[in-house]
């Protein structure tokens, strides 16, 4: 699908807020009447729940845990500076380069010119509600000086916990379906977390000192998506509470964790995707509409929370608030 193409097949409104011809929905795994064929295209197609994002992070907690971690767990017994700090380097690095990317090619050399671009504008230069004055520097600001150390901390914490003998694990040897099932359970259960984690953000005193940081960016872009309180992003990261209680392995700590610190710069493009020729599938309308209209939409098209909890919009017609 080229780019142009989908440009083609949305509408903009006469504010010149741009949406899909579709009709916002959800993955096919919940949802009724069950459609085997989708259901099947969903999970092993291109774009879908497998393959190729989610297999890019499978391969990066790997790559992390034996390659840059060293492999073993005795190594993290006590708290040092030099693997601390290499973890704050690292996360620090994939941060830049999975935010940066999106946000040089899409808003800075603008491959997709404003193609299928929900909100009319581009980020805000010259207004008070943002630290510098500038959209872009305090998105990048928020996500660099409080993600990065929070989401470096839960890792530290986990290991340090984890090579003192405190927490349940287990190896691939030990335990082969329920090691393979973690990499389909993790996403599922960062969504349910998600959803959850976000709603309590959503209660007023909550959202007023805490969330309304996240909202400041009603038009965001991909480094809106860290763009958090920093008791946001400890909450958001408490996802990671999972490999503390359930037996699991270094390498499915750092696929929920980088998986849950480095997604949201794919769900804020504030675009709708494939990118780049129609060849990268990227973009959340899903999310978009939670920016948007703010009261709803509070998790994810793969588990239909929303629509169990009547907080679903999909993007038809006059926005009604959802919920509380
Ligand atoms: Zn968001
Ligand atoms: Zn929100």
Same mark, same amino acid.
Request: charged share 15%; hydrophobic share 45%; with cysteine.
């Given at each position: 699908?080229?780019?142009?193409?989908?440009?083609?097949?949305?509408?903009?409104?006469?504010?010149?807020?741009?949406?899909?011809?579709?009709?916002?929905?959800?993955?096919?795994?919940?949802?009724?009447?069950?459609?085997?064929?989708?259901?099947?295209?969903?999970?092993? !197609?291109?774009?879908?729940?497998?393959?190729?994002?989610?297999?890019?992070?499978?391969?990066?907690?790997?790559?992390?845990?034996?390659?840059?971690?060293?492999?073993?767990?005795?190594?993290?017994?006590?708290?040092?500076?030099?693997?601390?700090?290499?973890?704050?380097?690292?996360?620090?690095?994939?941060?830049?380069?999975?935010?940066?990317?999106?946000?040089?090619?899409?808003?800075?050399?603008?491959?997709?010119?404003?193609?299928?671009?929900?909100?009319?504008?581009?980020?805000?230069?010259?207004?008070?509600?943002?630290?510098?004055?500038?959209?872009?520097?305090?998105?990048?600001?928020?996500?660099?000086?409080?993600?990065?150390?929070?989401?470096?901390?839960?890792?530290?914490?986990?290991?340090?916990?984890?090579?003192?003998?405190?927490?349940?694990?287990?190896?691939?040897?030990?335990?082969?379906?329920?090691?393979?099932?973690?990499?389909?359970?993790?996403?599922?259960?960062?969504?349910?977390?998600?959803?959850?984690?976000?709603?309590?953000?959503?209660?007023?005193?909550?959202?007023?000192?805490?969330?309304?940081?996240?909202?400041?960016?009603?038009?965001?872009?991909?480094?809106?998506?860290?763009?958090?309180?920093?008791?946001?992003?400890?909450?958001?990261?408490?996802?990671?509470?999972?490999?503390?209680?359930?037996?699991?392995?270094?390498?499915?700590?750092?696929?929920?964790?980088?998986?849950?610190?480095?997604?949201?710069?794919?769900?804020?493009? !504030?675009?709708?995707?494939?990118?780049?020729?129609?060849?990268?599938?990227?973009?959340?309308?899903?999310?978009?509409?939670?920016?948007?209209?703010?009261?709803?939409?509070?998790?994810?098209?793969?588990?239909?929370?929303?629509?169990?909890?009547?907080?679903?919009?999909? !993007?038809?017609?006059?926005?009604?608030?959802?919920?509380?």
């Amino acid at each position: 699908m080229a780019t142009k193409e989908v440009h083609d097949r949305g509408h903009i409104d006469d504010k010149g807020h741009w949406r899909p011809e579709r009709a916002q929905g959800f993955a096919p795994l919940f949802t009724l009447p069950f459609r085997p064929i989708a259901l099947l295209k969903w999970l092993f !197609g291109w774009g879908g729940y497998i393959w190729p994002i989610r297999v890019i992070y499978v391969v990066l907690a790997y790559v992390t845990w034996y390659l840059l971690q060293g492999g073993v767990l005795e190594t993290y017994k006590s708290l040092e500076f030099g693997w601390i700090a290499l973890i704050v380097l690292r996360n620090l690095i994939l941060l830049v380069t999975v935010f940066g990317f999106y946000h040089v090619t899409i808003y800075m050399l603008k491959v997709e010119k404003s193609y299928g671009k929900y909100h009319p504008d581009w980020q805000i230069k010259d207004s008070k509600r943002f630290l510098f004055h500038d959209q872009v520097k305090d998105n990048m600001f928020r996500s660099i000086v409080s993600g990065v150390p929070i989401w470096s901390a839960w890792e530290v914490l986990y290991l340090w916990l984890a090579a003192n003998g405190r927490l349940p694990l287990t190896t691939y040897s030990q335990s082969p379906v329920w090691f393979v099932s973690l990499f389909f359970i993790i996403p599922l259960w960062r969504e349910v977390h998600f959803y959850f984690i976000h709603r309590l953000l959503h209660w007023k005193p909550l959202l007023k000192a805490v969330h309304s940081v996240h909202h400041k960016n009603p038009n965001c872009g991909p480094w809106s998506g860290m763009a958090m309180h920093p008791i946001e992003h400890i909450g958001y990261l408490s996802v990671v509470l999972l490999a503390f209680i359930l037996p699991v392995h270094p390498v499915h700590l750092f696929f929920i964790s980088q998986l849950t610190a480095l997604r949201p710069a794919h769900g804020h493009t !504030g675009f709708e995707g494939p990118f780049f020729k129609g060849k990268w599938p990227a973009g959340d309308y899903f999310h978009y509409l939670h920016h948007k209209h703010v009261s709803c939409n509070y998790g994810e098209s793969t588990v239909p929370l929303d629509r169990w909890f009547g907080t679903f919009f999909d !993007g038809e017609g006059t926005f009604r608030r959802k919920g509380k």
